[in-house]
Every structure is written in C-alpha cells, then in structure tokens.
C-alpha cells in the first residue's frame, strides 16, 4: 500500500513538473525575445539542465521507479531551472534599468529638446518675474528697450529680445547690453549670460540671455555649458530666420529678386529644405552664385552629386564663365559622377582664371 502511494505520489510531481518545466521553458522565450537575451547565455543554461537526471513522465507510467532516487532527480532538475529562470529575469531588469538610464541621459544631454527650468534658480530668473523686469527696464532705459521689447521664457534661459538703433560708426556685433543699460544689473545680477546681435537688412536685434543665480545652480548645470550655447544658438538662427522670411520672402517669391532670395539661402543655412526652394528660385532669376550653392549643397554638403547636381553646376559656369571657383565646382561633380576628362578639363580652367586650389588637382 505504501509503495503504491508512493508511485502515485512520484507520478503526480513529475507529471506537474513536465507542466511547469514546458510553462517555465516558455516564458523564458518570450522574456528572451522581449528583452533581447544573449543566445550563448541561454543555450548554457539549457545545456546544463539537460547533464541533469531526467524525469520523463513516459518513462514513469511504464517503468518502476527507483525508490526516492528518481524524486530527488526531478527535484534538482526543478530548482536548477528555478535558478535558471531567476537569474534571467534578473540580467532582464539590470538591462532595462540601464537602457532607461542611458535613454534619460540622452534625452537631458541633447540640444534638440529645451532645457529646463532648474529648481535652483532664483525668483528674479523665473518666468514671472523675468517678464515683470523687462517691463521695468522699458522705463529705466527707454531709449534701448522701446516698446517691441520683449522676454522669451519658452525655455530656460529666458532672454530679452529687442530691436536696436545702431549709430552709423558702430560695428553692431560689439554692442554691449550691460553698458547700454546699467540697469539690467540691477534686474539681473548674475555674471554668466549669452548675448547675441542679428542683423536684417537695416535691422538690428539683440537678444539676450542671463543665466541666473541660485544655491546649487552651478551644480545643478553642470557639464550643461555647450548644450546651453547650442540651444542658445538654435534660438539665434530661428530668429534670424523669421527676420528674413519677414522681410524677403514676398520679394523673393513674387517680384523673383535675386538680393532677397540671396539673404533667405543665408539666413537658412545648408540642410534646410527651404534654402533649397530659395536658391532655385535666385538660379532661375539669373544668379549665377544660386546656381553654384545648389549644386554644391546638393553633391558635396548632402552626398546627392546626380543629375540635378551637374545641370545646376553647369549653369552657373554658363552665367559666369569667368568665375574660376564654379569651374572647379563642375568638376566635382563630374568627377563623383565619372566624366574624368570634362572634369580634368573643369579643373584647368578653373586654375587658368586664377583660381590656384584647382591647379593640378585631379579626381580620386
């Protein structure tokens, strides 16, 4: 009666162990495949449950069992997966506590998302309040911050924006906020700001940008100095941008003037697709420098050195036939492009009008 129970007892477990065994297998799979586990680790793992005693459940409804040897067996083999198991989920956790890690970091160290406001930083840096300063300084310093005087604090730092009435003899990029107005110290006192001055045609705007105090400010910015003069130049460019689309864009796209369709292609710099738009629409007012910062936007700054490259390459060496640096630039593209000879012969004329970094030069 005794062994009888005990061969029930035992077929019992090892039947509910095949289960938790195919269930355990199981869901390892499907953790693997979620969370990327590394194959050998894997492979390891089952290679060493199977130099374990097996307990196949086949085996025990035909066979007798050998006393308590065959339990024990498939005791072992159990708490071996067991551990098997835990430890997977464990390595699982330590990745994607570290693929969080990196993911914050790289979020907080870009120059692509705004930086922001640090808890640190003093009631006089804070939105409100910047805003209410500025407002301020229009009466302390009218004659620098008229009425279009403004405070940006669509992220940290805020930053005063203002046109300013530069005197002739002035070389505008050397103006100084703080001398214009001592005022702002008074406001503003820290000693870290960023300050810079667009020009627009016969318009100037300043912006400027104080970083504030606080206790523990430093620390809490840390390492964050070239992000900041990244996203501070980023807020830079779209200023100028929106200056020049302001101004130049109706004449540019309408009345097809080269000048204004010139300062938009600056103003938006390589890589923009709207410098693209500008400088083909200058090429086919007759510009022949459009046409040359098209083909050599498209082939050497974007890789594109096609079709589209060489026909604009050509027409500005058509327009301007003694330009020797549009010569050369027909070259590179004929060369990426393979026409050797007619690059060769782009690179000697070229250098016969002077233009020396094209003399001797060849493709490869």
Not at 138 to 157: N, Q
Request: proline share 4%.
């Amino acid at each position: 009666m005794l062994k009888s129970l005990r061969m029930s007892y035992v077929l019992s477990f090892c039947s509910g162990f095949f289960v938790a065994v195919v269930l355990t297998i199981a869901l390892f799979f499907m953790w693997g495949v979620r969370g990327g586990q590394d194959a050998g680790a894997e492979h390891e793992t089952l290679a060493h449950h199977n130099d374990l005693p097996r307990c196949e459940p086949g085996e025990a409804l035909t066979q007798a069992l050998p006393d308590d040897e065959q339990l024990l067996a498939c005791q072992a083999s159990l708490e071996s997966v067991r551990a098997s198991h835990e430890e997977a989920l464990e390595t699982f956790q330590e990745h994607e506590d570290l693929t969080d890690y990196l993911t914050g970091l790289l979020n907080e160290m870009s120059p692509d998302r705004p930086v922001a406001f640090p808890e640190e930083l003093d009631e006089a840096y804070q939105p409100e309040q910047f805003e209410a300063s500025v407002e301020a300084l229009k009466g302390a310093c009218p004659e620098v911050f008229g009425e279009e005087a403004r405070a940006d604090c669509s992220e940290y730092p805020c930053m005063i924006e203002f046109p300013y009435q530069s005197a002739r003899d002035e070389r505008v990029q050397e103006v100084s906020v703080k001398e214009l107005c001592p005022a702002l110290s008074t406001f503003f006192p820290g000693r870290m700001s960023q300050e810079f001055v667009t020009e627009v045609g016969d318009e100037t705007w300043v912006q400027y940008m104080p970083h504030g105090t606080g206790i523990g400010l430093q620390e809490r910015l840390a390492g964050q100095e070239m992000r900041l003069m990244q996203r501070a130049r980023m807020r830079w460019e779209e200023k100028e941008r929106s200056l020049a689309v302001e101004k130049y864009e109706d004449t540019c796209v309408r009345a097809q003037d080269v000048d204004a369709c010139r300062h938009l292609a600056y103003a938006f710099g390589s890589g923009h697709p709207e410098r693209d738009i500008y400088t083909q629409i200058g090429c086919d007012a007759g510009d022949a420098r459009a046409c040359y910062a098209y083909a050599n936007d498209r082939c050497e700054k974007s890789g594109r050195c096609d079709a589209e490259a060489e026909h604009f390459a050509r027409r500005s060496v058509t327009m301007a036939p003694e330009s020797g640096y549009m010569h050369e630039n027909l070259g590179i593209v004929l060369c990426t492009r393979g026409a050797l000879r007619e690059a060769r012969r782009s690179f000697e004329q070229a250098c016969a009008l002077g233009w020396e970094r094209a003399c001797g030069r060849a493709c490869g």
